[in-house]
């Protein structure tokens, strides 16, 4: 088989938070992935799908301890272990197409996603394998040279069958632990001219650059997949609140724009974002695409650029409590605990506004109003965290940072869905922000 490997950043390098140990435990109950643990090129732990996946007799009943290489197509073995060693190497995650053995001795197709991680100061490596008998065929094992079609050539990313696949197991997940999910559907307007006005070598240039803007702008957990020259979907497989996945579908947005914004003769090119949030848009992976291209149609009104959440999401979005300043949220220090105050009362009047039908303008400037109050807030938070700002703190402080980057890019294409979601935003932030611990250590 004609192998393709592919190493990113760590999530960590691209400011999001590891999940790793959670999301292995989740995998290795939920028995839906086949999944492994390596270290030290044996395997440490295998969930019960890898097993029905290779077939249940010897040794696969028992393969914990053995050596990885054991359940490898010999031809493949060099280049497992190559990149097992750059996931260590490279401290990322990385994707690599080969063989595996099945217990009566046939090779099956796999992609093994691995991503390197430190567990008890112990280098270790998890490995999710994606069967890839449906899109080669069975006959896989005996064309090494066969390209799977549940790939991308261009960008490496997953077709629409794969990620429909994918859209199965995260959504089922996503069900047995109550939590949300999102499909944001891209359409990047002016891109496929672009490409057909260009030479191949030029065009594949441009094509990796944008392939590799998507990918930063998600987590290693999550899935990019390219449905057609223009149109892509990322996968989000885990949310923690609705907004989250308008702050992303805004994110790409901006990174889109910024790739090029530098160039009049592509300068054009734009991203239009529909997206669906699982369980309020759907709970089937073709409802939640329908749901997004829906939103995708509103996102393409919009003009250049921008994003428009389903409707379930944005009535969802519509009920905003005002909040409460409680004792607990005192600090002691005078200077920030009047900021403090100042920040929920002016985001309760932001609420309020918005309840009485202002209009997206006004609002706007308002929201914008209370970011530029944030940046102040935030330098008299600095002086209260040691001589060196932040010191001891740059996680509160990139979190800072972080929250105002996602207003502006909310706010890049400004639209009554936008100015919703900005609001929602800043809304669900005050109280965290109020009880930031590292902020009170330091104080």
Same mark, same amino acid.
């Given at each position: 088989?004609?192998?393709?490997?592919?190493?990113?950043?760590?999530?960590?390098?691209?400011?999001?938070?590891?999940?790793?140990?959670?999301?292995?435990?989740?995998?290795?109950?939920? +028995?839906?992935?086949?999944?492994?643990?390596?270290?030290?090129?044996?395997?440490?732990?295998?969930?019960?799908?890898?097993?029905?996946?290779? +077939?249940?007799?010897? $040794?696969?009943?028992?393969?914990?301890?053995? #050596?990885?290489?054991?359940?490898?197509?010999? $031809?493949?073995?060099?280049?497992?272990?190559?990149?097992?060693?750059?996931?260590?190497?490279?401290?990322?995650?990385?994707?690599?197409?080969?063989?595996?053995?099945?217990?009566?001795?046939?090779?099956?197709?796999?992609?093994?996603?691995?991503?390197?991680?430190?567990?008890?100061?112990?280098?270790?490596?998890?490995?999710?394998?994606?069967?890839?008998? *449906?899109?080669?065929?069975?006959?896989?094992?005996?064309?090494?040279?066969?390209?799977?079609?549940?790939?991308? $050539?261009?960008?490496?990313?997953?077709?629409?069958?794969?990620?429909?696949?994918?859209?199965?197991?995260?959504?089922?997940?996503?069900?047995?632990?109550? #939590?949300?999910?999102?499909? &944001?559907?891209?359409?990047?307007?002016?891109?496929? *001219?672009?490409?057909?006005?260009?030479?191949?070598?030029?065009?594949?240039?441009?094509?990796?650059?944008?392939?590799?803007?998507? @990918?930063?702008? =998600?987590?290693? %957990?999550?899935? =990019?997949?390219?449905?057609?020259?223009?149109?892509?979907?990322?996968?989000?497989?885990?949310?923690?609140? @609705?907004?989250?996945?308008?702050?992303?579908?805004?994110?790409?947005?901006?990174?889109?724009?910024?790739?090029?914004?530098?160039?009049?003769?592509?300068?054009?090119? %734009?991203?239009?974002?529909? =997206?669906?949030?699982?369980?309020?848009?759907?709970?089937?992976?073709?409802?939640?695409?329908? +749901?997004?291209?829906?939103?995708?149609?509103?996102?393409?009104?919009?003009?250049?650029?921008?994003?428009?959440?389903?409707?379930?999401?944005?009535?969802?979005?519509?009920?905003?409590?005002? &909040?409460?300043?409680?004792?607990?949220?005192?600090?002691?220090?005078?200077?920030?605990?009047?900021?403090?105050?100042?920040?929920?009362?002016?985001?309760?009047?932001?609420?309020?506004?918005?309840?009485?039908?202002?209009?997206?303008?006004?609002?706007?400037?308002?929201?914008?109003?209370?970011?530029?109050?944030? @940046?102040?807030?935030?330098?008299?938070?600095? #002086?209260?965290?040691?001589?060196?700002?932040?010191?001891? %703190?740059?996680?509160?402080?990139?979190?800072?940072?972080?929250?105002?980057?996602?207003?502006?890019?909310?706010?890049?294409?400004?639209?009554?869905?936008?100015?919703?979601?900005?609001?929602?935003?800043?809304?669900?932030?005050?109280? *965290?922000?109020?009880?930031?611990?590292?902020?009170?250590?330091?104080?």
């Amino acid at each position: 088989m004609t192998t393709l490997t592919r190493y990113s950043p760590s999530a960590n390098d691209r400011g999001f938070t590891s999940s790793t140990d959670d999301l292995g435990a989740a995998l290795l109950k939920s +028995g839906l992935v086949p999944f492994l643990l390596v270290h030290a090129g044996s395997i440490v732990a295998a969930s019960p799908a890898l097993r029905d996946m290779l +077939g249940g007799t010897s $040794p696969y009943h028992h393969i914990d301890g053995q #050596r990885l290489a054991s359940i490898v197509a010999e $031809p493949d073995r060099g280049a497992v272990e190559e990149f097992c060693n750059g996931l260590l190497r490279s401290g990322g995650r990385g994707e690599l197409r080969c063989h595996l053995l099945q217990a009566g001795g046939n090779g099956v197709p796999v992609l093994l996603g691995g991503n390197a991680i430190a567990a008890d100061a112990l280098q270790q490596i998890v490995l999710l394998v994606t069967d890839l008998t *449906p899109w080669v065929g069975e006959d896989a094992g005996s064309s090494p040279g066969a390209l799977p079609g549940a790939f991308d $050539p261009a960008t490496g990313f997953a077709t629409r069958g794969l990620l429909l696949d994918r859209m199965k197991i995260a959504l089922a997940t996503a069900r047995r632990h109550r #939590r949300r999910a999102a499909v &944001l559907r891209i359409d990047l307007e002016h891109f496929e *001219p672009l490409l057909l006005s260009l030479a191949p070598a030029a065009a594949g240039e441009i094509e990796a650059t944008v392939a590799e803007t998507l @990918r930063n702008c =998600v987590r290693d %957990s999550d899935t =990019v997949a390219r449905l057609n020259r223009h149109e892509f979907v990322l996968l989000l497989s885990e949310i923690t609140e @609705r907004d989250d996945a308008g702050v992303s579908a805004a994110r790409v947005v901006a990174a889109i724009g910024a790739l090029f914004d530098g160039n009049a003769a592509q300068g054009r090119v %734009s991203a239009h974002i529909g =997206v669906a949030v699982y369980p309020t848009d759907g709970t089937h992976p073709e409802h939640l695409l329908h +749901g997004a291209d829906a939103a995708l149609g509103h996102a393409r009104r919009l003009g250049r650029g921008g994003f428009a959440l389903a409707d379930a999401t944005t009535a969802e979005l519509t009920t905003i409590e005002p &909040l409460e300043f409680r004792p607990e949220y005192n600090t002691g220090v005078a200077d920030i605990d009047a900021d403090h105050q100042a920040l929920m009362a002016r985001t309760n009047a932001l609420v309020e506004s918005h309840k009485s039908g202002a209009a997206p303008s006004t609002l706007e400037a308002e929201v914008r109003s209370i970011a530029q109050f944030l @940046r102040q807030h935030f330098s008299h938070e600095a #002086r209260f965290l040691g001589s060196s700002p932040y010191e001891g %703190s740059i996680d509160l402080k990139t979190r800072n940072l972080r929250f105002l980057d996602e207003l502006e890019c909310i706010l890049l294409h400004v639209n009554a869905q936008s100015v919703l979601l900005a609001i929602r935003h800043l809304h669900d932030w005050v109280v *965290p922000h109020l009880l930031e611990t590292d902020f009170k250590r330091a104080s």
